[in-house]
């Protein structure tokens, strides 16, 4: 079957480069941008190539997904959502024809000022008002013009097909970018995500709790080789590690490696996707590894600081969800169990959050703590002294149970039977820089938003005595 395909799609793309005006390659992904800026809003890939004849074919086109709690059902994600380019092309040498939702022709060879329906369904006009020779994406070519009265626009050029598409209706869609000859605004990959090279450093956090307890680990690692394979980089080197569990805290280093691929960061799988897909991980049977059967919302952006950003895109108060039903093949039913769920990537560092769980029961998190990438210092990078010793011993056993850690607006604290202790948060140096009062027994939860991003010291004062905790802040 996939011999088939395979053979198929050479076939379709042979016919597609064969014609003279080309609509999609079907080995490529077009990507475009729908706010005038170079942030990709869509991609446009082929799924499926139906051949209609000597010289005519039809496309089935990805399609996206939304939020869709408007509905009035139990439908929380719409998941069949057609592109601007529709659901379906059908593409002959004479014609483009969209379909689903819609019907609108394009007629790629038009002359100048030539005139058909466009809308097929309101029967609205279209006509050919401009035809010129100008660069797209870097390379001159051929580009024609189509407007109606009611003010849609559709540009095409000979080699990329749709450059522009404004629906009079809605927003314009320009292209920025293709997959597959690498031109213009792309996706980044894995290997641009993780850009870390030998000299660099990579310091992470990762936290599992329970009901009861909680596990953190700490890990700076100095990199001193990489190695690139498809789908996985592997960064080895020297690292220092501090480990808390419910027994102590503990303070390691030696040689360390951390292998980047998705079956060790199952979060990555989100890397690979288009704008607004439904993005699932596969099935882990491990406790822990919640991420094994949750989805995302993928969101693609541009942030402030120029970073392209792949991130979960919020489901109303959840922006990591588990997928319960598919109600249909249009819609999905969610659990919104999560709280402050995120699954954030940024290209230049890679992973910088991933928090999934159940507040007052079981969860993990990751965060990006810092790094130095070619000499710039992104983030907190702590010295080796924070991983041997930090200035504070702790005086009496362990009796504090905290999540998440790492944190980011606020803590939750248990301090056991105690019904009403005064709580204090120093940095590493022994400053006070937050006092208040637990009141309650159990987990009682902490506002730190005040704080900014590092490692802190949670002291309660029992009434056995101060009771200290490390714990970091990570946004």
Known sequence: MRTLLAILLFAAANIALAQ?????????????????????????????????????????????????????????????ISQFIQGACQIGPLTWRFLTPGDFIIRPRAALNEEWVFD???????????LVEEPILGVMDSVRTMTTALGDTVRWSKHYGIIRWHDHNGPSYTLIGVHGPGIGRLVPSLHDFFPYQAGDVYEIATTRWSQYHVWSTQTQLTIQSRSDQTGQVLLSGYAFQRSSSPSGTYYGSGPYSIAINSSTFPMLRALHTSPQDVVGTDPDNSFWELHGILSILAHHRIDSAGYYIIESKAIEFSHLFQILDTLDEHCISVAETYTNAIVHFSDQVGLRAYFSGFIGSHGEAFSFIGGVINGDTIGLVNTAAFYNY???????PRRLSMYPDPANDRVSVDAGQAERVQYRVLNLSGQHLLVGTIVG?????????????????????????????RFIIAR
């Open 20 to 80: 003279d005006w080309a609509l999609l390659n079907p080995a490529y992904r077009y990507n475009y941008s729908n706010d005038g800026t170079d942030t990709i809003s869509n991609q446009i890939r082929v799924l499926e190539v139906d051949t209609l004849g000597v010289d005519s074919f039809r496309y089935e086109l990805n399609k996206t997904a939304e939020p869709c709690f408007d509905s009035g059902t139990d439908c929380d994600i719409c998941i069949d």
């Open 120 to 130: 097929v369904e309101n029967g609205t006009l279209g006509v050919v008002t401009e």
């Open 390 to 396: 930090v200035g504070i011993e702790d005086e009496t």
């Open 441 to 469: 027994e159990g987990p009682q939860w902490i506002d730190v938003s005040a704080l900014a991003v590092g490692p802190y010291i949670m002291e309660v004062a029992l009434p056995e005595g101060p009771v200290r905790e």
